[in-house]
């Protein structure tokens, strides 16, 4: 895996074999930052990581200047991971050892975007437990946006907040977000 863009462009990050992650393809990773990168300032959100794996997305945005990362994942290895490779590159990420749905559960971070790679065999029942859980508990900037990462294959665009979704070769990304406020002239 590398870094595509920003301070650490290029830079490549290999993780042991054993760990059990499915790292974004950097084709979608490259459509996903330029779809950001049209709405946000990356020095100036803050982002939170769930079902984070080896960190390939906070990685990113590090790289681009975003300071406030917080990444989840149950799997120590993983998280021990991104722990050493964060150190390594002196990247402001904040990595915890957690059930990624009894952190949304039990925090009060708030973030402007929080983005979710949850296993592609997840069945659509705990896919919408994700953006419950994160409307529900209020963990979404006003303005800001859960992209959640799943296969093709999986339709999650009836679930409330949903806004659309991106098709990456086998990958797709959801965006939810809160309905826009008309604003008084």
Known sequence: MRIISGLYKGRRITAPKKLPARPTTDMAKEALFNILNNTYYFDDVSVLDLFAGIGSISY??????????????????????????????????????????????????????????????????????????????????????????HSKHTNISNLEHYKYSKSYGGNMFSFFGYPETESED
């Open 60 to 149: 990113e945005f590090a790289s681009r200047g975003t300071t406030k990362i917080t990444c989840v994942d149950q799997e120590a290895d993983c998280i021990k991971f991104i722990n050493d490779t964060a150190e390594g590159f002196e990247m402001p990420i904040d990595a915890i050892k957690s059930d990624v749905f009894k952190f949304l559960e039990g925090t009060t971070l708030k973030s402007t975007i929080i983005f979710a790679d949850p296993p592609y065999a997840f069945p659509v029942e705990e896919f919408s437990k994700i953006p419950q859980l994160v409307f529900e508990n209020n963990l979404l900037e006003a303005d800001g946006v859960l992209i959640v990462e």
